[in-house]
């Protein structure tokens, strides 16, 4: 089984042996080459990943223009919730900017961890809980900040992935033009 699936599993909630052994048949292992996707635009989102290794890319495409709005990586979950808690087609855009490994737990299995796993639901929520949490914070920092202090942020909160991304997905998530991101870093180092 997946040690750091479980580790980050059981830093939420307890589990017993025998939960452990239902989570190890409810996920499956899954690899991503670089550049292919996890969703596509149009697609229902119909899995929760866990990122064992690799970083995945968040966008959507507005009127031919790609917009990052976030990214994973390692022992982080993925998944576009907006599209896989109603089963509804994403207008989001997951895609792996590395070879990307994971565990993948289906639609229906997230249902059955639900009920067979004693505090399965309060893992869901707690989980659901962070996401929508930084979704805001990321929201209200592209409206309230400026790019340098939104750049300051993603140098903060993603320190390790400054050198594994490409600085053109780097300047779509702070919101400028890859030169203006150059005028940025210039002026903060």
Do not use: W
């Amino acid at each position: 089984m997946n040690i750091p699936l479980l580790s980050a599993i059981k830093s939420i909630i307890k589990l017993s042996s025998e939960e452990e052994e239902i989570i190890q048949n409810l996920f499956k292992s899954k690899t991503y080459k670089k550049g292919t996707f996890f969703l596509k635009e149009g697609d229902v989102c119909r899995q929760v990943g866990f990122i064992t290794k690799g970083i995945f890319r968040y966008y959507i495409n507005d009127e031919g223009e790609d917009k990052t709005y976030g990214f994973s990586k390692e022992n982080e979950f993925t998944c576009n919730y907006e599209s896989f808690v109603p089963q509804s087609p994403s207008n989001q855009i997951i895609q792996a900017l590395e070879d990307t490994e994971l565990m993948v737990i289906s639609y229906d299995g997230l249902k059955e961890f639900y009920t067979k796993i004693k505090e399965g639901e309060r893992f869901g929520r707690n989980i659901i809980e962070q996401v929508f949490v930084q979704t805001l914070k990321d929201r209200n920092s592209f409206y309230t900040d400026s790019p340098q202090v939104r750049y300051e942020k993603f140098i903060r909160d993603h320190y390790d992935l400054q050198q594994r991304l490409p600085q053109y997905y780097i300047a779509s998530f702070v919101g400028v033009k890859p030169q203006s991101l150059s005028r940025i870093r210039k002026r903060i180092s």
